[in-house]
Protein backbone atom coordinates (compact mmCIF):
# COMPACT_ATOMS: atom_id res chain seq x y z
CA UNK A 1 0.00 0.00 0.00
CA UNK A 2 1.50 3.06 -1.16
CA UNK A 3 1.56 6.12 1.62
CA UNK A 4 -0.73 8.23 -0.03
CA UNK A 5 -3.26 5.52 0.04
CA UNK A 6 -2.14 4.85 3.46
CA UNK A 7 -3.19 8.26 4.93
CA UNK A 8 -6.20 8.57 2.64
CA UNK A 9 -7.28 5.25 4.96
CA UNK A 10 -6.29 7.35 7.96
CA UNK A 11 -7.86 10.28 6.81
CA UNK A 12 -11.18 7.94 6.07
CA UNK A 13 -10.84 6.47 9.64
CA UNK A 14 -10.95 9.65 11.31
CA UNK A 15 -14.04 11.09 9.81
CA UNK A 16 -15.68 7.99 10.21
CA UNK A 17 -15.26 8.00 14.08
CA UNK A 18 -16.26 12.15 14.12
CA UNK A 19 -19.30 11.41 12.75
CA UNK A 20 -19.81 7.74 15.18
CA UNK A 21 -18.86 9.99 18.08
CA UNK A 22 -21.03 13.04 17.14
CA UNK A 23 -24.61 10.38 16.54
CA UNK A 24 -23.52 8.51 19.61
CA UNK A 25 -23.48 11.41 22.10
CA UNK A 26 -26.43 12.91 20.43
CA UNK A 27 -28.03 9.87 21.53
CA UNK A 28 -26.43 9.95 24.98
CA UNK A 29 -27.50 13.50 25.42
CA UNK A 30 -24.01 14.25 25.82
CA UNK A 31 -24.20 17.53 24.41
CA UNK A 32 -21.06 19.38 25.06
CA UNK A 33 -19.26 16.22 23.27
CA UNK A 34 -21.99 16.51 20.58
CA UNK A 35 -21.31 19.93 20.33
CA UNK A 36 -17.19 19.66 20.50
CA UNK A 37 -17.77 17.88 16.89
CA UNK A 38 -19.54 20.46 15.14
CA UNK A 39 -18.04 23.48 13.19
CA UNK A 40 -18.93 27.20 13.81
CA UNK A 41 -20.69 27.44 10.28
CA UNK A 42 -22.42 23.65 10.16
CA UNK A 43 -25.28 23.01 8.10
CA UNK A 44 -27.43 21.41 9.29
CA UNK A 45 -30.74 19.94 6.79
CA UNK A 46 -33.21 17.25 7.29
CA UNK A 47 -34.44 17.42 3.63
CA UNK A 48 -37.65 18.31 3.23
CA UNK A 49 -37.94 21.05 6.69
CA UNK A 50 -35.79 24.09 7.18
CA UNK A 51 -32.01 24.09 7.44
CA UNK A 52 -30.40 25.42 10.59
CA UNK A 53 -27.43 27.12 10.16
CA UNK A 54 -24.79 27.26 12.78
CA UNK A 55 -23.20 25.50 15.27
CA UNK A 56 -25.01 27.63 17.85
CA UNK A 57 -28.56 27.05 16.59
CA UNK A 58 -27.95 23.13 16.17
CA UNK A 59 -26.62 23.62 19.87
CA UNK A 60 -29.58 25.06 21.12
CA UNK A 61 -32.24 22.71 19.88
CA UNK A 62 -30.45 19.42 21.17
CA UNK A 63 -30.05 21.21 24.53
CA UNK A 64 -33.92 21.58 24.31
CA UNK A 65 -34.57 17.84 23.68
CA UNK A 66 -34.08 16.31 27.33
CA UNK A 67 -37.56 16.32 28.99
CA UNK A 68 -39.47 15.90 25.76
CA UNK A 69 -37.64 13.82 23.19
CA UNK A 70 -35.22 11.21 23.28
CA UNK A 71 -33.36 10.28 20.18
CA UNK A 72 -31.72 6.60 19.79
CA UNK A 73 -29.29 5.48 16.68
CA UNK A 74 -28.25 2.00 15.12
CA UNK A 75 -25.60 2.74 12.07
CA UNK A 76 -25.96 -0.29 9.64
CA UNK A 77 -23.48 0.72 7.34
CA UNK A 78 -21.11 3.91 7.13
CA UNK A 79 -18.25 4.65 4.86
CA UNK A 80 -16.05 8.21 3.87
CA UNK A 81 -14.42 8.86 1.01
CA UNK A 82 -12.45 12.26 2.13
CA UNK A 83 -14.14 14.60 4.09
CA UNK A 84 -17.73 13.30 3.03
CA UNK A 85 -19.19 10.19 5.08
CA UNK A 86 -22.23 8.74 4.06
CA UNK A 87 -24.28 6.37 6.95
CA UNK A 88 -27.21 4.21 6.73
CA UNK A 89 -29.17 3.97 10.08
CA UNK A 90 -32.85 3.56 11.95
CA UNK A 91 -33.34 6.48 13.92
CA UNK A 92 -35.43 6.66 16.60
CA UNK A 93 -37.40 9.59 18.41
CA UNK A 94 -39.16 8.78 21.54
CA UNK A 95 -41.94 11.01 23.30
CA UNK A 96 -42.23 9.16 26.48
CA UNK A 97 -44.04 6.26 25.99
CA UNK A 98 -44.52 7.26 22.00
CA UNK A 99 -41.53 5.94 19.41
CA UNK A 100 -41.23 6.97 16.40
CA UNK A 101 -38.31 4.60 14.54
CA UNK A 102 -37.34 5.63 10.93
CA UNK A 103 -34.57 4.57 8.19
CA UNK A 104 -32.15 7.62 7.36
CA UNK A 105 -29.41 8.02 4.75
CA UNK A 106 -27.04 10.77 6.07
CA UNK A 107 -24.83 12.69 4.52
CA UNK A 108 -21.29 14.41 6.61
CA UNK A 109 -18.97 16.42 5.32
CA UNK A 110 -15.53 16.71 7.90
CA UNK A 111 -12.87 19.31 7.55
CA UNK A 112 -10.27 19.79 10.10
CA UNK A 113 -11.91 16.71 12.08
CA UNK A 114 -15.14 19.25 12.87
CA UNK A 115 -18.41 18.36 11.17
CA UNK A 116 -19.37 21.03 8.85
CA UNK A 117 -22.67 19.71 7.09
CA UNK A 118 -25.23 17.50 8.28
CA UNK A 119 -27.78 16.41 5.76
CA UNK A 120 -30.29 13.88 6.37
CA UNK A 121 -32.95 11.77 3.91
CA UNK A 122 -35.89 10.20 4.90
CA UNK A 123 -39.22 9.31 3.53
CA UNK A 124 -42.15 10.86 4.56
CA UNK A 125 -44.21 7.76 3.91
CA UNK A 126 -41.94 6.04 6.56
CA UNK A 127 -42.50 8.55 9.03
CA UNK A 128 -46.41 8.52 8.92
CA UNK A 129 -45.96 4.74 9.34
CA UNK A 130 -43.56 5.34 12.14
CA UNK A 131 -45.95 7.59 13.87
CA UNK A 132 -48.82 4.99 13.37
CA UNK A 133 -46.99 2.22 14.82
CA UNK A 134 -46.04 4.36 17.86
CA UNK A 135 -49.34 5.36 18.62
CA UNK A 136 -50.45 1.65 18.75
CA UNK A 137 -47.52 0.53 20.50
CA UNK A 138 -48.89 3.57 23.56
CA UNK A 139 -51.92 1.24 23.44
CA UNK A 140 -50.43 -2.13 22.92
CA UNK A 141 -47.05 -1.51 24.30
CA UNK A 142 -45.88 -5.34 23.40
CA UNK A 143 -46.27 -4.11 19.88
CA UNK A 144 -43.24 -0.98 20.53
CA UNK A 145 -40.81 -1.21 18.28
CA UNK A 146 -37.25 -1.11 19.08
CA UNK A 147 -33.83 -0.88 17.68
Known sequence: ?????????????????TVETFLNAL??????????TLAQ???Y?????????????????FRSMPGWMGFEVKIHRIAADGA???TERTDALVFGPMRLQFWVCGVFEV??????????????F???????RGLVGVVVPSLRPSL
Open 1 to 17: MSDQSTAATQASSTTVR
Open 27 to 36: QEQDFDTAEN
Open 41 to 43: NLV
Open 45 to 61: QNVGFPTIYGRNRAVKL
Open 84 to 86: AVL
Open 111 to 124: HEGRITLWRDYFDM
Open 126 to 132: DMLKATV
